[in-house]
């Protein structure tokens, strides 16, 4: 995620109101006072012409965020009226720029630890493939490319990386995946998150009445596309647990203290609202009936949500929905073959 959590309960804490308004960019509230900001993550230690290079790309205001920044870096983002933070996990600490006015957030102490490495971009059309393959057995490459939205050239070259892996493999009838167990392992451990912008929620109503609440919410507002995912959307499909928290994907954020509920922690949040930069989270709408009043995120999000939710029981949780997708899986592969 582009904010953290713990970035974004220093940014409540500090009286703001934060509102992702699509994957990169968030609108800060406090007071008559608002900024809307483009959000730039760095998980490497950056250095003054690091941020020359960042301003000849971005001429919006933005808020950087990186695991530490010396004198000369908060400088050099100041000079440019753009806002900081420095999340060392659990301390985070920084300087926005509030119309014009300065807004210190917890401690300015951020002397630059060891440099990380910078990470590489997320292929998010290789795993949206996988995620179409897992629905669509023995596709070909051109359904490829209009199931996941990509270009022929990207599906060969993505096709070419998951069959490195052992993933997937090319059959006389179209593409498949080889072994839909170790692609729901693989899955579970190799996908880095839909990325984005996550605010966390307290409310004291169910879970499942949570998420109705949220998606009327920005239905009625015309928020763009909506989706649930992790124990409420497992709960309409392969219903075994309680839902324990409620994840909701949007196109853009609100604020929910209309709906009644609270910001939270981690681990005492209800509610994720997430607006993800994953063009994938999305429901391929070809394959799933949804629920009249519940849109369901691509069931290999479901899955991976239902992995991180807290409880004793996740991994049942986790083997009982993959059981059911596989089940599900195995109804197309008969019904092509008759």
């Not at 968030?26 to 003054?48: I, K, T, W």
């Not at 530490?68 to 996990?89: C, H, I, K």
């Not at 499909?237 to 909701?248: F, L, N």
Request: include cysteine; charged fraction near 20%; glycine fraction near 8%.
């Amino acid at each position: 995620m582009l904010i953290s959590t713990a970035a974004w309960r220093a940014l409540v804490d500090a009286g703001l109101t934060v509102i992702p308004l699509d994957a990169e960019h968030v609108e800060l509230q406090r007071g008559a006072a608002q900024a809307v900001l483009r959000v730039v993550s760095s998980s490497a230690v950056l250095n003054p012409s690091d941020i020359a290079a960042l301003r000849t790309q971005h001429r919006q205001p933005v808020l950087l965020i990186v695991p530490s920044a010396t004198p000369a870096v908060r400088a050099a983002v100041e000079a440019a009226g753009w806002s900081w933070l420095v999340d060392a996990g659990r301390q985070v600490s920084g300087l926005l720029s509030m119309a014009g006015h300065p807004l210190p957030i917890g401690s300015r102490d951020a002397d630059a630890p060891p440099r990380r490495t910078r990470p590489g971009r997320v292929p998010w059309g290789t795993f949206t493939l996988l995620r179409r393959l897992a629905d669509h057995p023995w596709a070909t490459q051109q359904q490829l490319a209009a199931l996941a939205g990509v270009s022929q050239p990207r599906v060969s070259q993505a096709l070419a990386a998951l069959a490195d892996q052992g993933l997937v493999h090319r059959t006389p009838a179209g593409w498949d995946v080889t072994d839909i167990d170790a692609a729901f392992q693989w899955w579970l451990h190799a996908y880095p998150g839909p990325g984005g912008l996550r605010t966390l929620w307290y409310g004291l109503e169910p879970p499942v009445e949570q998420a109705e609440t949220v998606i009327g919410l920005l239905t009625n507002g015309d928020h763009g596309r909506t989706a649930v995912s992790g124990d409420v959307a497992a709960d309409f499909i392969a219903p075994w647990r309680s839902p324990r928290r409620a994840i909701v994907y949007a196109q853009t954020g609100l604020d929910l203290t209309s709906a009644g509920l609270t910001p939270a922690d981690e681990d005492d949040a209800t509610l994720e609202l997430i607006v993800p930069k994953d063009p994938g989270v999305w429901p391929c709408p070809a394959v799933q009936v949804q629920p009249e009043s519940m849109p369901l995120a691509d069931l290999l999000q479901v899955l991976w949500d239902v992995s991180r939710t807290p409880g004793t029981d996740t991994d049942e949780a986790v083997q009982h929905l993959q059981r059911v997708m596989r089940e599900r899986r195995e109804r197309v592969r008969r019904s092509q073959v008759a």
